[in-house]
């Protein structure tokens, strides 16, 4: 028998592995694979998997033979997550008696009849209590702990796949279940560690993975991938399926990243088991000697209200290159980072963090850290004038910088050009250095305990 072609469930053959793989997104989802071996006959085939999470989304599901043997048919594919429990099963003898284990201290067990007037189970999870008739009265409890005559055989006890399959052919497989679940999430933080005066730093950077699916896996061959994969809201659409069935990759570092389609991927070096309800955290990168310039910029526009002239804030910033002339040189995920200084006494302490988008290889970075306490600024309009008639304005500005350190540091004052239309510097103090369209800086020396004064001029045209 010879089915369509567009309903074969075949694939090219690649490596597969019996244990079960995730690969866990950014958005709180993952790809999860896992092994289910199938005796097929030739005709039609009832085939169930116990395995699969609480939060699996069913129309994300694959069925399929790796290795590419069998051609089968998938008549029809049902999900059920409804286990079996006591107030449902009690719910299926409603109107009917039983027999309830009554257990009593310092006697021994009795059992008591009992005939089920309400169950108490409500789909949903509402609670309603149960009624019992015992001896001809009815109690709002139940007389014992029940005793089923047997499960049923339309009941679960996992949340369960179950497929009707046409198949070619008989023969054993060892069949893929892939499918998106929800109740994964992962993210990346990095710890940042440098001596007081140091231009140097140590970087190390963690995985954490958490599982809230209700599933434990274990020796799960663990994928993660970092970048904006798109998803339908609210809606949870069959996804980019090919990240399900990506190569296997080198295991012999802790973690392996590598570019895949438009993303990255990384892959933790060796399996590893993830409970249900648990937090699992891996290193994937460390550095050390990592050359992260400090950074002090004054933007004074952001302290001046009104014409009132108060003292600003001037924000520290730490610029690194994510390249391996820096010793770093790996594509970085999203993430937090923390900013530790060691002290004379080589004790750590933390001086701030931020966060980091995701940051391809050889790209800058800059993280803002915080505001200095011994460097101060002031930034004041000295004059405005505005002729409509020619379509022109001319601002004065006063920026003032303090170092109140015992060594020299560099200020950048950056300034923005926001009145609209094209603009110039008419005349300024120093040189600047224009930083896009609209933002220019000036760079400003300055010598312990020294203040110093940028003015500029800036004419618009419109």
């Given at each position: 028998m010879k089915?369509?072609?567009l309903?074969?469930?075949?694939a090219?053959s690649?490596?597969?592995?019996?244990?079960?793989?995730?690969?866990i997104y950014?958005?709180g989802?993952?790809?999860?694979r896992?092994?289910?071996p199938i005796?097929?006959k030739?005709?039609?085939?009832q085939?169930?998997?116990?395995g699969a999470t609480?939060?699996?989304?069913?129309?994300s599901?694959?069925?399929?033979?790796?290795a590419?043997?069998a051609?089968f048919?998938i008549l029809e594919?049902?999900y059920?997550?409804?286990?079996?429990?006591q107030?449902?099963l009690?719910s299926?003898f409603?109107?009917?008696?039983?027999?309830?284990v009554?257990?009593?201290s310092n006697?021994p067990d009795?059992?008591v009849?009992?005939k089920?007037?309400?169950?108490?189970f409500?789909?949903g999870?509402?609670?309603?209590?149960?009624?019992?008739?015992v001896?001809g009265?009815l109690?709002?409890?139940?007389p014992?702990?029940?005793?089923f005559p047997?499960?049923?055989t339309?009941n679960v006890?996992?949340?369960?796949l179950?497929?009707?399959?046409n198949s070619?052919?008989?023969?054993k497989?060892?069949?893929?279940?892939?499918?998106l679940s929800?109740?994964?999430t992962?993210?990346?933080?990095?710890?940042?560690?440098?001596t007081?005066k140091?231009?140097v730093?140590?970087v190390?950077?963690?995985?954490?993975?958490?599982?809230?699916s209700?599933?434990?896996?274990?020796?799960a061959?663990i994928?993660?991938?970092?970048?904006?994969?798109?998803?339908?809201q609210?809606?949870?659409?069959?996804?980019?399926?090919?990240?399900?069935?990506s190569?296997a990759?080198?295991?012999?570092?802790?973690v392996?990243?590598?570019?895949f389609?438009e993303?990255?991927?990384?892959?933790?070096?060796?399996?590893?088991t993830?409970?249900?309800?648990?937090?699992?955290?891996?290193?994937?990168?460390?550095a050390?000697?990592?050359?992260?310039?400090r950074?002090?910029?004054f933007?004074?526009?952001?302290?001046?209200?009104?014409?009132?002239?108060?003292?600003?804030?001037?924000?520290v910033?730490?610029e690194?290159k994510?390249?391996e002339?820096?010793?770093l040189g790996?594509?970085?995920?999203?993430g937090?980072?923390?900013f530790?200084?060691?002290d004379?006494?080589r004790?750590?302490e933390?001086?701030?963090?931020n966060?980091?988008?995701?940051?391809?290889?050889?790209?800058?970075?800059?993280?803002?850290?915080g505001n200095?306490?011994?460097l101060t600024?002031?930034?004041?309009?000295?004059?405005?004038t505005e002729n409509?008639?020619?379509?022109v304005a001319?601002?004065?500005y006063?920026v003032k910088?303090?170092?109140h350190?015992?060594?020299?540091?560099e200020?950048?004052?950056?300034e923005?050009?926001?009145?609209g239309?094209?603009?110039t510097l008419?005349?300024?103090?120093?040189?600047?250095?224009?930083?896009?369209?609209?933002t220019?800086?000036?760079?400003?020396p300055l010598?312990?305990?020294?203040?110093?004064?940028?003015t500029?001029?800036?004419?618009?045209?419109?």
């Amino acid at each position: 028998m010879k089915l369509p072609a567009l309903l074969l469930l075949a694939a090219a053959s690649v490596s597969f592995a019996a244990d079960p793989a995730l690969t866990i997104y950014n958005g709180g989802y993952a790809v999860v694979r896992e092994t289910l071996p199938i005796d097929l006959k030739s005709g039609v085939n009832q085939v169930s998997f116990a395995g699969a999470t609480a939060q699996v989304e069913s129309d994300s599901v694959i069925l399929r033979d790796v290795a590419g043997k069998a051609e089968f048919q998938i008549l029809e594919q049902s999900y059920r997550n409804d286990p079996v429990s006591q107030a449902m099963l009690l719910s299926l003898f409603e109107g009917k008696t039983l027999e309830f284990v009554r257990r009593e201290s310092n006697k021994p067990d009795r059992v008591v009849a009992g005939k089920v007037v309400r169950s108490g189970f409500v789909p949903g999870g509402n609670f309603v209590e149960p009624i019992v008739e015992v001896d001809g009265k009815l109690q709002f409890s139940l007389p014992g702990e029940p005793a089923f005559p047997s499960l049923g055989t339309d009941n679960v006890l996992k949340p369960t796949l179950n497929w009707k399959l046409n198949s070619a052919s008989a023969g054993k497989i060892d069949a893929e279940v892939a499918y998106l679940s929800r109740g994964f999430t992962w993210e990346a933080s990095y710890n940042l560690v440098a001596t007081e005066k140091s231009d140097v730093l140590d970087v190390v950077g963690w995985v954490t993975m958490n599982n809230q699916s209700g599933m434990t896996f274990a020796d799960a061959k663990i994928k993660l991938m970092a970048g904006d994969v798109n998803r339908v809201q609210p809606d949870y659409p069959q996804m980019a399926r090919a990240a399900a069935f990506s190569a296997a990759m080198d295991a012999v570092k802790v973690v392996a990243e590598k570019s895949f389609d438009e993303f990255h991927l990384y892959t933790l070096g060796n399996p590893a088991t993830l409970r249900d309800k648990e937090t699992k955290q891996v290193e994937f990168v460390r550095a050390t000697g990592v050359k992260a310039e400090r950074i002090y910029v004054f933007e004074g526009a952001q302290h001046y209200r009104r014409g009132v002239t108060a003292p600003g804030k001037v924000q520290v910033y730490r610029e690194f290159k994510n390249s391996e002339a820096n010793k770093l040189g790996i594509a970085l995920p999203k993430g937090k980072v923390r900013f530790y200084s060691q002290d004379g006494d080589r004790q750590l302490e933390f001086v701030g963090e931020n966060q980091i988008d995701h940051t391809p290889k050889d790209e800058t970075i800059r993280v803002l850290t915080g505001n200095s306490f011994d460097l101060t600024g002031e930034h004041r309009m000295t004059n405005n004038t505005e002729n409509g008639a020619e379509r022109v304005a001319t601002q004065k500005y006063e920026v003032k910088v303090r170092n109140h350190k015992k060594e020299p540091v560099e200020i950048r004052v950056v300034e923005h050009a926001n009145h609209g239309g094209s603009w110039t510097l008419a005349a300024q103090s120093q040189e600047h250095a224009k930083v896009d369209a609209n933002t220019f800086e000036f760079r400003v020396p300055l010598k312990p305990d020294e203040e110093k004064v940028v003015t500029y001029t800036i004419r618009y045209t419109w």
